[in-house]
Every structure is written in C-alpha cells, then in structure tokens.
C-alpha cells in the first residue's frame, strides 16, 4: 500500500493553461504539505495544511491555490502556467504537524514541464 | 532565522569507502534534524532523525549525532554500497513553527564499485 500518493507522475501543459496535482495519504495522518523541488534539486514549503485547515503559506504566487477536501487530501490547483513553474512538486504528510521530530513522508512527486 | 548549509557535491567514493557528508545549522529555537535520502525519480525517504542534543540517529549503518555546540549534525557511514548512491539532504524541523522543516541543498553521492 502506498502511503502518499500523487497523480500524476509526469504532467506536461503548455503556458497559460491551467493544471490540479492531486494528493492523498493513507496514514491517517493530520497535516499535510506541498513542497516545490528546482532543476537544482533544492526544496521549498509551500502551503501546509492541518485537519483542512491551512497552517503555513509561503510566498507563493496566488496562482497556486491549494484545496484540502479532507484531512487525507490535498490537491494543488496552479492556473496560468509559467516556464517557470516547471519543477518537481512532492507532497508530504506528517502524524501531528508539531513536537519534537514529527517526520514528514513524502509522496513520489509529480514532474511538471510548461512548455 | 533557521538554515541548514551542506557540502557541495557531488561526492565520489569507492565501494567500501567512509562517508562523511557534513551538515550545519542555524535556528532560533530548539530543532529536531533530520537526514532524508533521495534516490534517482523517486520521493524522499527517512533515513535517521534526533529530536534533542546528543542524540544519535542511525539507520541501514549510517549515523550522525546532533552536536549543540558546534551546530551540526554530520552524517556518516562505515562503508558504503553502490546501491547508496543518491541525493541526501538534511533537514531540520522548527517546533515553533508548526513543523516547517527547512532542507539544506542536497549532496549526491556516487559509489563506484
């Protein structure tokens, strides 16, 4: 059994339109989080959210709009796709989302390309 | 603010050799760190953590110790496999913050038989 999955793996769209990134987690887990990953492999939070509440939300263009339906899901809706959105999104779940050494277990990500 | 500075890699070892990938820190509280092990298009996986000072992580024979003192939190491995060639990164987790963890830049490790 998968415990973070995402679909789909590999997305490819051209610039301008619109794309969804789907999330769920098996672990009964109560938050959740969307990481970006560059061309670099270096890793940046997004949003976070905690029981459908969202708990962290970086600076990110509000183009990205994350939606959390249930506690074991977290979708990630990007409109007007730029170049420069084309990386690696991972999705991330953890137990509580606080105290010492909540570990996060990430999802196998989803490669989108904007062309 | 919280950071985590790493090696530059990438790092070549032969099979059998010791690895050390060093990682240091800055935080404004009282982190747990992690070390997190990234294989060719895959997604990140666990590979030790220590939530206070002096603890040791350890796991499949890598370690690292979380040292207050000099803010560190180095990993090591005896001898290494060429299956353990991947990307790590090392992470810490700022409790004050609900758990926003901060990733350093990744180091990828090659291991020639």
Redesign the interface.
């Known amino acids: 059994d998968t415990a973070?999955s995402q679909t789909p793996k590999y997305l490819v769209t051209q610039m301008g339109n619109d794309k969804s990134i789907k999330c769920e987690q098996n672990l009964g887990h109560d938050?959740m989080?969307w990481y970006k990953q560059d061309s670099?492999?270096?890793?940046?939070?997004m949003f976070?959210y905690?029981n459908k509440e969202l708990?962290?939300n970086e600076t990110v263009p509000n183009r990205f709009s994350p939606k959390s339906p249930d506690k074991a899901h977290l979708n990630l809706h990007i409109n007007s796709l730029e170049l420069g959105d084309s990386a690696v999104y991972?999705c991330?779940s953890?137990q509580?989302?606080?105290?010492?050494?909540?570990?996060?277990?990430?999802?196998?990500?989803t490669r989108l390309t904007v062309l | 603010g919280n950071s985590v500075t790493q090696m530059e890699g990438p790092v070549t070892l032969s099979e059998e050799a010791f690895l050390t990938i060093n990682c240091t820190y800055t935080a404004t509280g009282y982190p747990s760190l992690f070390w997190y092990v990234q294989y060719p298009g895959e997604g990140l996986q666990l590979l030790l953590k220590a939530t206070k000072a002096d603890d040791k992580g350890s796991n499949k024979g890598f370690e690292a110790t979380y040292r207050k003192e000099t803010t560190s939190f180095h990993l090591e491995k005896g001898s290494v496999q060429v299956s353990d060639s991947a990307v790590y990164f090392c992470a810490l987790s700022d409790p004050g913050d609900f758990n926003k963890f901060y990733f350093g830049s990744g180091t990828k490790l090659n291991v020639k038989p």
């Open positions: 973070v938050t989080y670099k492999k270096f890793l940046k939070i976070s905690n708990i962290i991972f991330a953890s509580y989302g606080q105290g010492a050494g909540d570990t996060q277990y990430f999802g196998p990500g």
